[in-house]
């Protein structure tokens, strides 16, 4: 069973990558990886090529996964946080949390809202 990857899109603060990666967890961010700029498809295709859950707080990952599934698609898992649901410190002890309870294997075609 292997940990899961998180990959934060451009809309979510740099901050919560850093700081999971400080306690352990595998994450990084569109920034980390000169994807800026890219659409929500194309950052979805791109984690599905590292095997990582997106951490986003877009709704259109929602109804782009929503489709995909529709098609027979696979994604690795999209976590969806309202972006004023919880200050930074918080959503990384909740995101920390999660990863040490749901495999990789638990995420493929998942949504989970954190």
Known sequence: MRKIRIYTNESVNVTIAEGLRRRG?????????ANLGLTDEEQLTYAGKQKATILTHDTDFLRIVARWME?????????YCHQKSYPIGECIRR??????????EDMVNHIEFL
């Open 71 to 79: 098609e027979g698609r696979t994604h690795h898992g999209i976590i």
């Open 95 to 104: 995101l920390r949390a999660l990863t040490s309870v749901l495999t990789y």
């Open 25 to 33: 967890v595998d994450a990084f961010s569109a920034r980390d990886t």
